[in-house]
């Protein structure tokens, strides 16, 4: 299957700092991306669908002054936690969506102290 | 919320078939059954999809009833690195969101 990677895998911030997180398809070019977010013991949720070229569409109840997205080239978006409090300490995972399946980025586990 | 309905664990003995069921009675015309697995702490990866065929591939096979209403996967000789959360999702195709359910752990026991 196709590999999408994300960098970083971990990251630790201090309250009230911004993350980016990269998300990369590295061999096919993918029109729309999706960012998800996973807290302890539960499943994934979808936070938003990020499309090349324009606005990320968001899911209800997420902000999207607060985690913004950007998604400049085929093969790569980017996920900036702003302002980052510890209740956003979570497992962010990204995907890239092919013509029928989505293919899943390793994760970053994001911890605001 | 999810479409599917899945047991929350189910426990197969290495080297034997694992069977795992889902209901997803309200799928509509064009969707699709899907298959994820998440083993701890990474991403999930993508095992198989089906729409109204029976499907296999070199990870599984998809067993999809006449009516669309349920869906068994099939794990033909499972091994210990099986063990992981499987999903079943339902979706109209790569460029929708995924809505995941509780999934089944499924262990396999040596």
């Known amino acids: 299957g196709a590999v999408v990677s994300q960098h970083p895998s971990r990251v630790i911030c201090k309250s009230g700092t911004s993350v980016k997180i990269e998300c990369r398809s590295l061999d096919f070019q993918a029109t729309t991306m999706f960012w998800y977010r996973q807290f302890p013991k539960q499943s994934l949720m979808l936070m938003a669908t990020s499309n090349e070229g324009s606005k990320a569409t968001y899911e209800q109840g997420v902000e999207k002054d607060k985690f913004l997205i950007n998604h400049a080239s085929l093969t790569l978006s980017t996920l900036t936690v702003t302002s980052a409090h510890p209740e956003d300490s979570s497992f962010y995972i990204c995907?890239?969506?092919?013509?029928?399946?989505?293919?899943f980025g390793p994760g970053t586990r994001l911890t605001v102290t | 919320d999810a479409k599917t309905t899945q047991p929350p664990s189910m426990d197969c003995a290495e080297g034997r078939a694992a069977n795992l069921p889902c209901n997803h009675s309200t799928i509509s015309g064009n969707e699709y059954v899907y298959w994820y697995r998440q083993i701890h702490s990474q991403g999930p990866q993508y095992i198989i999809h089906g729409l109204k065929n029976n499907e296999t591939n070199e990870m599984a096979s998809l067993i999809i009833t006449e009516d669309r209403k349920s869906s068994t996967l099939i794990l033909p000789h499972a091994t210990l690195r099986d063990t992981a959360v499987y999903y079943c999702?339902?979706?109209?195709?790569?460029?929708?969101?995924?809505?995941f359910g509780k999934g089944t752990h499924l262990i396999i026991q040596p």
């Open positions: 995907s890239a969506g092919a013509s029928y399946e989505q293919y």
């Open positions: 999702i339902v979706s109209g195709g790569g460029a929708d969101g995924l809505t």
